[in-house]
């Protein structure tokens, strides 16, 4: 009893397989075979020849196959070529029986598309064991087959989920230019112009000018810390606090005075905003700022430069200064305390505030822009372009030259005061 146990082949490892074809001219030899099988509870099915085979498999998939080497018309060798050639996702495992043993007949075998071989008359015992390591491999290949379709549909759902971020981003695009209403505005003979160039759909820095009054214009240039959306929705914040549009919500504005002089002296304003962040529960961003307020009458220009670039005087006479000392950003620390400045333009002067994406850019040579690189790159300009032009332009050659490895990392942003006779 013992004895038989040990020689009736154990189902483990076969169970795998669901359908199994036998291809044999021979019917006797056929049968043996099919009556093998299925006496280990495997579901058969069998072809007298390489065509009727091929029609069986191109009917419905099967995962062995069983088939002789030699048979009259479509041998084994072309039935496996022509079986590995079928459409389809799965893979049927292929066993070639031959009396061939020499090397080049199995390389031959092998390059048609058979996975393994046996001799005949065929050992029910080898075969139950090349079955088996069969039926290993399609159990792997059908767990990989199955992990690929999950990879495939998790693919597909973060494609979904992105084109829906991508439709929302485009969108917050345009709600964040709708912060600009204006990008160049006369104020008598003077000019504000501005330029916003994030470097991904919706960036974190933030341009703006707004007045109080016929003879006081306000100016500023922002960068947030951070990129992304949660950069973009604190600029829309701060767009609010600055509003060129409702002066009853701008932080900038002192409410309490009527007339000339109602802006807050620029560091004041920085103050200000700093305590509103700081109150704020929650928010871990921080933006540095340079803001300037200009005097149309005379020239004189106030400024707070809070952990921004410094700004830059370009004379009329082609001389070029930076201003300020650094300062702090706003939101970073409470109380801080934040240091004004002033500057005098003559008519024909102008003052360039603008990002760190400027400096911080990196050039063909491996190196950052810098400030000095900057102001390099205006002196280049053999022309005098005036506002949007002269700002569209920086941006162009700052373009030009740039890494290709790394193109634009970071918003590039620029508010351009030109001051003129009154």
Not at 288 to 304: F, I, P
Not at 326 to 333: A, D, N
Not at 349 to 375: H, N, Q, V
């Amino acid at each position: 009893m013992l004895h038989e146990q040990a020689r009736r082949p154990s189902r483990a490892g076969i169970h795998r397989i669901r359908r199994v074809l036998v291809v044999e001219d021979s019917p006797l030899q056929r049968r043996i075979l099919v009556a093998c099988l299925r006496k280990w509870g495997l579901s058969v099915d069998e072809a007298e020849n390489g065509e009727q085979a091929l029609e069986k498999c191109a009917a419905a998939p099967f995962d062995l196959i069983v088939s002789d080497w030699m048979m009259p018309g479509m041998d084994g060798l072309d039935f496996c070529r022509a079986f590995r050639n079928l459409p389809g996702d799965g893979y049927g495992y292929f066993i070639l029986l031959t009396s061939k043993s020499e090397k080049t007949d199995i390389a031959q075998g092998l390059d048609a598309g058979a996975d393994d071989f046996l001799t005949k008359p065929v050992n029910p015992q080898e075969l139950r064991a090349r079955i088996a390591a069969g039926a290993r491999i399609l159990e792997m290949q059908r767990e990989l087959s199955e992990k690929n379709r999950l990879i495939g549909d998790t693919l597909d759902q973060l494609q979904l989920a992105y084109d829906r971020i991508d439709q929302d981003l485009i969108q917050a695009r345009k709600i964040q230019r709708s912060l600009l209403p204006e990008l160049s505005r006369d104020f008598g003979g003077s000019r504000v112009s501005l330029l916003l160039r994030p470097c991904g759909h919706i960036g974190g820095d933030l341009v703006g000018m707004f007045a109080a009054g016929p003879d006081q214009v306000g100016f500023y240039n922002i960068d947030v810390s951070g990129h992304g959306i949660t950069s973009a929705m604190m600029t829309a914040r701060l767009g609010s606090h600055l509003s060129s549009r409702y002066a009853d919500q701008n932080l900038a504005i002192d409410q309490t005075r009527a007339g000339p002089g109602r802006l807050h002296p620029p560091h004041r304003l920085a103050a200000i905003l700093n305590a509103r962040l700081i109150e704020d529960t929650g928010i871990d961003e921080y933006f540095t700022m340079a803001y300037g307020v200009a005097d149309l009458a005379s020239g004189r220009v106030e400024m707070v430069q809070a952990g921004h670039p410094h700004p830059l005087v370009l004379r009329r006479d082609g001389g070029a200064e930076f201003l300020g000392s650094g300062g702090l950003p706003v939101g970073l620390i409470a109380d801080a305390r934040y240091h004004g400045f002033s500057t005098h333009l003559q008519p024909g002067d102008r003052l360039l505030i603008y990002s760190d994406g400027f400096t911080e850019a990196r050039l063909k040579t491996g190196e950052m822009l810098g400030a000095e690189g900057l102001a390099r790159l205006i002196a280049a300009d053999a022309g005098r372009l005036e506002g949007r032009e002269f700002l569209d332009d920086l941006f162009g050659r700052l373009s030009e030259s740039l890494s290709a490895q790394f193109g634009l990392e970071d918003d590039v942003s620029a508010t351009l005061f030109e001051f003129g006779a009154p």
